[in-house]
């Protein structure tokens, strides 16, 4: 990757394998999984080349997160299994979606002060690319793959416990100890409810407006959701005093709703 006309934060990546706690014995991998997509166009044409620039995949980090986002869900999920015995499907599910939500996972990237490592394209640079956390995520993400196919699933485990799972524990032990794990427990119920549906490979949530009432220094507002693209009744109707609250509530209501669906299902099994 040597010549790339990129932005990065530094010449060594020695800080950071002091931070993951690995030290690379493919430091290539390590390179890659810090490589924006656009870095990867820009890292297309010679100097003055102004030829189409087409990204190549194995020149960035998509791939990389990928396998990441699995590897990733695989270990959350066993280390809920292993932490909660006695939890129902349901929970751990929504307890492993708030844990690998894109928010947390921006987070976590932010306290690993991954942005500074990141190599970027000068467009996602100049936008401040370095601090936002969707890219974070996806860094987080492609940075696990890169731990797990260098030092292999332990070391990856060792990351994911230390970096992800730790940070996100108290907000879960919370949401155990209320018996209130439809909040998302790190997320919210919005990001929750998606993550629930992406999980069942049900498609992504509609958020519709079906109504407001009262006066203008009490309105109430009527939210429906469903999935988006199919038809029938909604998954949950609620109402709240801005549309934020509604849907919110009908987030949280319609995961009550999916959650009791297939424990009866498991149960009729």
Do not use: C
Not at 174 to 179: L, S, Y
């Amino acid at each position: 990757m040597a010549g790339r006309k990129t932005q990065t934060g530094g010449s060594s990546f020695a800080g950071l394998e002091e931070l993951v706690g690995h030290r690379f014995r493919r430091p290539e991998l390590l390179e890659l999984a810090l490589t924006h997509r656009s870095a990867s166009y820009e890292g297309g044409g010679g100097a003055g080349s102004t030829a189409e620039v087409v990204a190549d995949p194995a020149r960035d980090n998509e791939q990389l997160e990928f396998v990441g986002d699995a590897v990733l869900g695989m270990l959350v999920a066993e280390a809920l299994y292993r932490r909660y015995p006695g939890s129902r499907e349901g929970e751990l599910t929504r307890l492993r979606a708030s844990v690998v939500n894109r928010r947390h996972l921006g987070v976590v990237g932010g306290n690993i002060e991954l942005g500074r490592w990141l190599r970027l394209g000068h467009g996602e640079e100049a936008s401040g690319g370095r601090n936002k956390p969707a890219l974070l995520a996806n860094a987080v993400e492609a940075l696990i793959a890169a731990i797990y196919l260098d030092g292999g699933i332990e070391v990856a485990r060792a990351f994911v416990e230390t970096q992800v799972l730790s940070p996100a524990l108290p907000q879960l032990e919370q949401a155990m100890a209320e018996g209130d794990t439809f909040s998302g427990a790190v997320g919210d119920h919005k990001s929750a409810l998606q993550e629930h549906l992406q999980a069942a490979g049900m498609g992504q949530p509609k958020y519709a407006l079906t109504g407001q009432t009262g006066p203008d220094h009490r309105r109430l507002f009527q939210v429906e959701v469903r999935v988006d693209g199919t038809d029938g009744p909604p998954l949950a109707v609620a109402q709240g005093s801005s549309k934020k609250v509604a849907q919110q509530e009908a987030a949280r209501l319609a995961i009550a709703v999916l959650t009791a669906r297939n424990e009866n299902a498991g149960a009729m099994a």
